[in-house]
Structure formats: structure tokens, C-alpha cells
T-cell receptor, first 117, second 109 residues
């Protein structure tokens, strides 16, 4: 149980392109989804928290206009990297969590490797 | 300040050599402590949840324990396939999650 699917797993694109990453909870309803960025040999860096039907909450230093997050349903959240540049190249991971107020773990997708040329 | 600290940063073991990974935390209102395993190029895989001091969970060669200040992940007779980075996360008040920086485990055959 608690499967989270993330697509695509790998993206290579030219500078200036916008890239959309999808995160789906397959067998549960995710009241909250998180988006992380992970640099090589480092731990997870939280970018934003999104609750279904409301605006995402971004961490300090994360550009809202650069990283657009939409959480339109209880099973889908998307992260769009707008006008991507080489410095946006990274490993992006989503997680889903069900039950606001409950003591449940986050369940993670397998990540998206984004390479901007 | 709420924080989670994992030690050691890296650990090399021979196959069969048991050891423990540490996760110490200072958070207000602990709601749960979670252990994950992360393989290179993959997202973290959930292993255990611990809720209160004294609680223990086991899965194959792994056993997680919890006190009021720290958690241990004990690895008994590890195999090379146990090599991975192990992450600890704590859920505190207001549904805030704090992640440790991980322990990279390398088990040599």
C-alpha cells in the first residue's frame, strides 16, 4: 500500500523550456503533498508543501514564480519549473501524506532527474 | 530549535558485522519518528514508524528503537544489499517534518 508515482523519471531539455513533473498517490488520497530538491550526496531540501485545493506554501528562498505547484485533486500534484536554466538541474522528489493531524509517514515517489542544457 | 541529527555520516561494515545508526532529535511535540531507506537515484522507501519511547519495530535484519531523545536503527548481520542511505525524519507539532542528513551505509562482502 501507499504507492506514490512520479513522472517523468528523467528529463533533459534546453534552457528556457518549462518542465512539468507529476506526482500521483495511487492507492490513497493525499491531503498533503511535499516537493523536495536533492543535491548530490545531500539530504532532502523541502521546497514547498501543497494541500489539495489551496495554494502551496513555499519555503524561504524558493521562487514561487519559478516553481509552480498545483494540487488540483487528492491524488495529483504537479510541479512546473518555468523557463528552466542549468542551475535548476537537480533531483526533484515528491511525497504524499494522508490525514492532516494524523501521525502518518510521508510516502515518496522515485524522483525526477532534471537536466537543463 | 527543532532539529534532527544523524550519526555517523557514513558507515562501512563487513558482511555479518552488526552495528547501529543513531538519530537524535530536539523537537517540540513529537508526533512520530520515521525511518527510510534511500538507494541512489531513487526516492526514500518507508521502513518504520515509532510513536513513543520504548517502542520497537523489526523488519528482517533491521530493528528500530526509540527513547525520549533519540532513535537507533540496529542492523544485525548485514548483507551487501543493505547498503543504502538511511534517513530519519521526525513529525513535530503543526505537522512539521524534520529530516536528518542521513547515514550512508556500505556493507562489503
Amino acid at each position: 500500500g501507499a504507492v506514490v508515482s512520479q513522472h517523468p523519471s528523467w528529463v533533459i531539455c534546453k534552457s528556457g523550456t518549462s518542465v512539468k513533473i507529476e506526482c500521483r498517490s495511487l492507492d490513497f488520497q493525499a491531503t498533503t503533498m511535499f516537493w523536495y530538491r536533492q543535491f548530490p550526496k545531500q539530504s532532502l531540501m523541502l521546497m514547498a508543501t501543497s494541500n489539495e485545493g489551496s495554494k502551496a506554501t513555499y519555503e524561504q528562498g524558493v521562487e514561487k514564480d519559478k516553481f509552480l505547484i498545483n494540487h488540483a485533486s487528492l491524488t495529483l500534484s504537479t510541479l512546473t519549473v518555468t523557463s528552466a536554466h542549468p542551475e535548476d538541474s537537480s533531483f526533484y522528489i515528491c511525497s504524499a501524506y494522508y490525514g492532516q493531524g494524523s501521525n502518518q509517514p510521508q510516502h515518496f515517489g522515485d524522483g525526477t532527474r532534471l537536466s537543463i542544457l | 530549535e527543532d532539529q534532527v541529527t544523524q550519526s555517523p555520516e557514513a558507515l562501512r561494515l563487513q558482511e555479518g558485522e552488526s552495528s547501529s545508526l543513531n538519530c537524535s532529535y530536539t523537537v517540540s511535540g513529537l508526533r512520530g519518528l520515521f525511518w527510510y531507506r534511500q538507494d541512489p537515484g531513487k526516492g526514500p522507501e518507508f521502513l518504520f514508524t515509532l510513536y513513543s519511547a520504548g517502542e520497537e519495530k523489526e523488519k528482517e535484519r533491521l530493528k528500530a528503537t526509540l527513547t525520549k531523545k533519540e532513535s537507533f536503527l540496529h542492523i544485525t548481520a548485514p548483507k551487501p544489499e543493505d547498503s543504502a542511505t538511511y534517513l530519519c525524519a521526525v513529525q513535530a507539532s503543526f505537522n512539521k517534518f524534520y529530516f536528518g542528513s542521513g547515514t550512508k551505509l556500505n556493507v562489503k562482502p
